[in-house]
């Protein structure tokens, strides 16, 4: 029995030594502007931009492969700091380099539909579907962002997605139209 113990601590010991030389012999230096990028990125990884989550658009937006623009969920201001981050010119802040400012949504759940499969909120990035198995799930709609992931894998079609409701938090202005003086 002690023999066992200490070959198995000898074998443990040996293999963490190998490792942790190998971890220091073949490690990959990141450019410091990936980790600046990700930071200003959401973290939510989604997948809305076509990359496998937040480090991978980070990586593809440093490599000048991905625009500003990716983020859906982080919206005109993530695209504004991820412009200023890489030193590229949006047009003056008005456009954002072509990113169109939506609407945000969220996913909103026909409870006479939902059966309880619980594959909807197996696929929620930021936890905003909640419920139990075979009962009725509702959407927690500031922890939601659109992403349309619960949609895809609804078997009855109970998920859409729809404008976020307005409350006092979320309003604001909507600018007004711009000034035509040949009109």
């Known amino acids: 029995m002690i023999a066992a113990i200490a070959s198995m601590s000898a074998l443990g010991l040996g293999l963490g030594v190998v490792l942790g030389v190998a971890a220091r012999k073949f490690h990959v230096e ?17 997948g809305q931009c076509s990359f496998p989550g937040c480090r991978g658009a980070a990586e ?7 625009p500003v623009t990716l983020c859906p969920p982080g919206g005109r ?22 990113f169109v400012e939506q609407e945000p949504v ?35 709609n500031d922890a939601c962002i659109g992403c349309e992931a619960c949609v895809e894998v609804c078997p ?24 035509d003086p040949a009109a």
């Not at 990141?30 to 989604?46: F, K, Q, R, S, W």
């Not at 593809?60 to 991905?66: D, E, H, L, P, R």
């Open 30 to 46: 990141t450019p410091p502007i990936v980790d600046e990028i990700e930071e200003a990125l959401p973290g939510t990884n989604c």
């Open 77 to 98: 201001e993530t695209a504004m700091k991820l412009a200023g981050i890489m030193g590229v010119d949006c047009g003056g802040g008005a456009d954002a380099g072509g």
């Open 106 to 140: 969220v996913a909103f759940i026909f409870e006479d539909h939902c059966t309880g499969c619980t594959k909807c909120f197996k696929r929620c990035p930021t936890d905003a579907i909640i419920g139990a198995a075979k009962q009725i799930h509702t959407v927690v």
């Open 156 to 179: 009855t079609e109970a998920i859409i997605l729809r404008g976020k409701p307005r409350s006092l938090r979320n309003w604001h202005w909507p600018k007004p139209d711009a000034y």
């Open 60 to 66: 593809a937006v440093a490599g000048g492969t991905a």
